[in-house]
């Protein structure tokens, strides 16, 4: 098998999936539905791109990719793409494609840039179980936390257009929270958990305060300080989104942070 | 505990919890900058910064410790802050959630709502009619009740039994008292979801009480050792002897696992217990946990190396392997091979041979041959056999191989904090479940003598039980219409 067939099937997926993102703008240009679902199979067959070369990494390299930074960062756009396609089959929701697609073209982007080799063997510290869970679930969260921002985006957006509301604002606010009520226990189990017990095992304490376990914390303490507003009733609207946008950023950081940083995740 | 005192009880609001995570996410995030902006060699070098820096910045350094702000005193201090309000949100708290969530009572009467709660109210004259005024049925609570059919007591407890049958087929647990005017009931739902949040609560104050402990009293040793070194475990007469150490590789030599297999000694020495460790794979013995951290590699030593000696009579080939200060016999010979001198990086200059640096870059030996003949020595090379030395022998002689001294790291920890860690995880898991898995929704109900009228007793601001409680209309209205409309006023 071609050793570098998986990036190019990365490749094809992006650019499918920007044709996919600027058909989703004409749908909601003209509020027509024929192009919103020419969108939607359209990003559905980027889809299936992303997923070959997810399947075709891992069979050149003999592991489920995600050892490195691109690894995480294809497999956290693919969780992405997929929830818009839960979201659609689930709720018919084609607006959500306008707040998806791009998220998924900036986490793509961001891939773009980052070192493409691979090894067929893990170092020892990554042969555990540990590192799927950890891994998968800390993906799955920040998925989750990527599709409220895209969502507060889009929010902020149409507040800006349409000062005194707009006809999708429940629903999009409803995405916002939900995604945040779903990446969260993810995230907590996932990242934080997860990451302790593996760390116990592996480096004999269950935290070090390196850079990514510290942009961890700091990421899961910014949405616990959402989830509480969220429940005393504020941030709400317009702040909701802000603040989501914001724990985009933080987790921004922290998974660049061992790329300029170092520590012990550094590796990845 | 009772808080009695009033400025107490500001420790335990909500904005007081916001508050302080605001303050651990904010000194998180600023130890997290830190870290980074403080050079690593700080602790090293304390004088060169106090002359880069200036006194009253080297003294801020020191003494808010921010090249190590995680174990600081400002840190700590706020960790314990954190610690102390969840200890006391969940004190005060444990009442109003567990309680409340497994003995909720039905309504004595159906208190004051406000007229922004959801609510569903259903009189039986409007489920009587027909037609479009039947959409007026599902009017807000305040509306004035229609014409007073009189409805009697067999038929409110039928009516009574349904609501509470539709709405345990919601997974809604049901309550009910009745007066001299009907049922009135409590219904609640989710009713794992607060106990899961203060069982999440109590895990993490459980997790940041360990990881304190850990902090203060965790101790951590890193040390290297070759094969037959003996360790002493800090502050216990065991010690631990380390027998093996490999390097497993795979087939195109990436490295694969290290691998140490120690004994565990007994204060005279004895073994009592054998032990193998892994990457991801730790010994624990009595409060100890011992793991493979690492290894290093001595070049300016080597363990053992291989030597051919290619005889001229018969052109025969034999290998030897020779230890460093050993004589080893040369086969088929009455000679003897001993390594007199080992370089790792060969280098001749006027003051004679030396090594130019620590690493096996141009490893020479210097080998002595002795029999009857008397001494013969010469310099054999590894990676330059041309240079090697010729000798007024039969024989030649080259190194093929020269194994390095290998040592393993490995990381002795005790952290008496571990037991809280991990028991602090689990009930956050536990917790996570019921948090995220259930919703909690509380209504209260009456079925009377004028109709049936349920309402948002508990508003959580959720849309979602707006939206269960507009679908309930529907369904409600269907299962009692036939009470109505079959025996409107009828008695039983």
């Known amino acids: 098998m071609n050793a570098a067939l998986d990036v190019s099937l990365f490749w094809i997926a992006f650019w499918i999936y920007l044709v996919s993102f600027l058909v989703f703008v004409v749908f909601f240009a003209v509020r027509n539905k024929l192009p919103g679902r020419i969108a939607v199979i359209i990003f559905f067959a980027a889809l299936v791109f992303h997923t070959a070369g997810i399947i075709t990494r891992y069979r050149l390299l003999g592991h489920i990719p995600l050892a490195t930074m691109f690894e995480y960062s294809l497999f956290l756009s693919w969780v992405i793409a997929v929830s818009f396609i839960v979201i659609i089959s689930r709720f018919g929701s084609m607006i959500s494609g306008v707040v998806i697609s791009p998220v998924v073209i900036i986490v793509m982007v961001i891939a773009s840039f980052l070192p493409k080799e691979g090894a067929k063997q893990l170092m020892p510290a990554l042969q555990s179980y540990w590192f799927y869970i950890h891994i998968t679930l800390a993906a799955l969260a920040e998925g989750a936390f990527l599709v409220a921002t895209g969502a507060s985006l889009f929010y902020l957006f149409r507040s800006l257009k349409n000062k005194n509301g707009f006809r999708e604002r429940e629903a999009v606010e409803g995405l916002i929270i939900k995604s945040i009520r779903i990446g969260y226990p993810l995230f907590t189990v996932g990242a934080l958990f997860a990451g302790s017990l593996w760390a116990w095992k592996a480096w004999g304490s269950f935290w070090s305060w390196d850079p990514k376990e510290t942009g961890a914390l700091v990421v899961w303490l910014f949405y616990t300080l959402i989830l509480h507003q969220q429940s005393r009733g504020r941030w709400k609207g317009a702040t909701l989104a802000i603040v989501s946008i914001v724990g985009f950023l933080i987790i921004i950081i922290s998974f660049l942070g061992n790329l300029f940083l170092g520590g012990l995740h550094a590796y990845v | ?492």
């Open chain 2, 1 to 492: 505990m009772e808080l009695k005192r009033k400025k107490w009880k500001v420790l335990i609001t909500g904005r007081t919890a916001v508050v302080i995570i605001v303050i651990l996410t904010v000194a998180s995030a600023v130890g997290w900058a830190f870290t980074e902006i403080i050079p690593r060699d700080f602790t090293f070098h304390k004088d060169i910064y106090r002359v880069r820096w200036g006194g009253v910045i080297f003294s801020l350094v020191s003494y808010l410790r921010l090249y190590d702000p995680f174990h600081s005193f400002w840190y700590r201090g706020v960790l314990a802050f954190f610690a102390i309000s969840l200890l006391l949100c969940i004190i005060t708290g444990w009442k109003a959630l567990i309680v409340h969530s497994f003995s909720f009572s039905p309504p004595l009467i159906l208190g004051k709502v406000t007229g922004r709660a959801p609510a569903i109210e259903i009189n039986w004259s409007k489920l009587a009619l027909s037609g479009a005024e039947k959409k007026d049925i599902f009017g807000y609570y305040k509306k004035i009740f229609g014409r007073d059919i009189e409805i009697n007591a067999k038929q409110i407890s039928q009516g009574y039994n349904r609501v509470a049958a539709y709405l345990k087929g919601k997974r809604y647990h049901v309550k009910f008292r009745k007066t001299a005017d009907g049922v009135l009931f409590s219904a609640m739902g989710g009713r794992w979801h607060y106990p899961g949040n203060m069982l999440f609560h109590i895990a993490i104050l459980v997790i940041t009480i360990g990881g304190m402990i850990g902090s203060f009293q965790g101790k951590k040793e890193i040390m290297y050792a070759r094969k037959g070194d003996v360790l002493t475990l800090y502050g216990s007469p065991l010690s631990i002897r380390v027998d093996r150490f490999n390097i497993i590789q795979t087939r195109s030599g990436e490295i694969h696992n290290y691998v140490t297999k120690l004994s565990l000694l007994n204060a005279n020495g004895d073994s009592i217990q054998s032990m193998k460790l892994e990457v991801n794979d730790p010994a624990r013995y009595g409060g100890y946990d011992i793991y493979q951290s690492s290894y290093y590699v001595d070049d300016e030593e080597f363990e053992w190396a291989r030597i051919t000696c290619r005889f001229a009579k018969n052109g025969k080939t034999e290998s030897i392997y020779i230890k460093p200060d050993q004589k080893t016999k040369l086969p088929s010979t009455d000679w003897t091979v001993e390594i007199k001198d080992y370089n790792p990086d060969f280098k001749k200059g006027a003051k004679g041979v030396y090594s130019s640096s620590r690493k096996m870059l141009n490893p020479a030996l210097l080998i002595e041959i002795t029999g009857a003949f008397g001494h013969e020595s010469g310099w054999l090379f590894l990676k330059y056999p041309s240079f090697n030395s010729r000798f007024e022998l039969p024989v030649e002689f080259s190194v093929d191989y020269i194994e390095p001294i290998y040592y393993t790291g490995l990381q002795i920890s005790s952290n008496p904090g571990t037991p809280l860690i991990i028991v602090g995880i689990a009930l956050a898991a536990v917790g996570l479940l019921f948090l995220f898995g259930s919703s909690y929704r509380l209504l209260k109900g009456e079925v009377g003598r004028k109709g049936m009228f349920i309402v948002i007793a508990r508003e959580g601001g959720t849309k979602m039980l707006k939206r269960e409680i507009s679908g309930m209309r529907e369904g409600l209205s269907d299962i009692l219409r036939d009470i109505a409309i079959d025996n409107p006023g009828e008695e039983g």
